[in-house]
């Protein structure tokens, strides 16, 4: 049974919820690998995580026994794929609390969920009757934060372009921490939407939201969350956090890839017009003219991704089977653990918060002055992956004054042995470049 070391540091409670490590380990194929002559080490799960054989079992029984596509047909295939996707909304639905399964729309991923909600913008404010809170213009304002991956910076802009709109953000502080201190300055009467990342994808950091929400509804602004590195990790309930929209994607959770949620409150859902156009996203067609679907299906034009939506549904149902709270109290033991023995290594430096507190387990760090690609490069002829670059949030590594970062990120099948070889490697790495 592979345990986790507690540091000195962290409070030690008997009540938390636990799991077997090593049996988790054992549902995951990949993980027997060898990479160089070496055992698999894997501690990029913040880029994608690796699939269970739950999951991978679900996606292949559904190709072989039950293809056919959903909502058009009356056979016995075709009937029983809708159940399985809808199904796999329904399952997603109760994983985040959504009060409506209706509210769950299907994507391709975290990006396109964000760029349907800025192209639903744009759309409404190039119509006379579009709701007044999707209708953006000159003097009006988007805000964002410094530490966004570029899913959510981009679209913003691109809007803001189209429209005349402003954008601004949050700075981040010297210790990755969101700074705040400007909020009430920065969201205003002129703010139409705020879009923040729950957790960082290059600096760990948990932004706490509630008093960003608490202004957010002062001024009647609308609030998304790019919630790609939390819904993975932690409990989410959309109702406590009283967001507006969040997205997420499946390939971050044990899910395959080319599937992402858009969740969204169901009267906002009702009053966005529609972003992509094609079959079973109409109520009816003319030549005059159409009329749309309700949600969900006003945002899922096309064949959708089946057998990806089912497959996530299976990934639901694994995490779920470990539980949230588990994995997050893993996580967090980890982290504290890898903050600990990083801190170890001459000459590294951490970029983002240094405390297992409001933060997950992504760390990214400089070791000296080795570039990350060479850093990466002696730690794969190690066995050892992990991520180098800019990792899609390069205004982060401006902030910091790096071209680049290495980071190291955990999930719920991450052991200390793997940490110690990442740190075993770390030193292989300085030995090589002095």
Partial sequence: MTTIAIPSGMPQYDDVPRYDVATVRADFPILDREVNGHRLVYLDSANTSHKPRQVLGVLAEHYARHNANVSRSVHTLGTEATEAYEGARAKVAAFINAPSVDEVVF??????????????????????DGDPRFRLGPGDEVVISEMEHHSNIVPWQLLCERTGATLRWFPVT????????????LVTERTKIVSLVHMSNILGTVNATARITERVRE???LLLLDCSQSVPH????????????????????CGPTGIGVLWGRAELLAAMPPVFGGGSMIETVAMGGSTFAAPPARFEAGTPPIAEAVAL???????????MRAIQW?????TAYALDALATVPGLRIFGPTVPVGRGGTISFALGDVHPHDVGQVLDSLGVQVRVGHHCARPVCTR???????????????????????????EQVRKVFG
């Fill in 107 to 128: 994507t391709k991923n975290s990006t396109e969920a964000i760029n349907i909600v800025a192209y639903a913008f744009s759309n409404a404010s190039l119509r006379p």
């Fill in 234 to 253: 932690m409990p989410m309930d959309v109702v406590d956090y009283d967001a507006d929209f969040i997205v997420f994607t499946g390939h971050k959770m």
């Fill in 219 to 221: 001024v009647g602004a």
């Fill in 174 to 185: 010297d210790s990755g921490r969101l700074d705040e201190s400007g909020l009430d300055d």
């Fill in 330 to 334: 893993h996580e967090k033991e980890l």
């Fill in 400 to 426: 910091f004054g790096v071209p680049a970062t290495t980071r190291a990120s955990f999930y719920l099948y991450t052991t200390t042995e793997e940490i110690d070889a990442l740190v075993a490697g770390l």
């Fill in 313 to 323: 549904g299976a990934a639901v149902d694994y995490l779920s089977g470990i539980g």
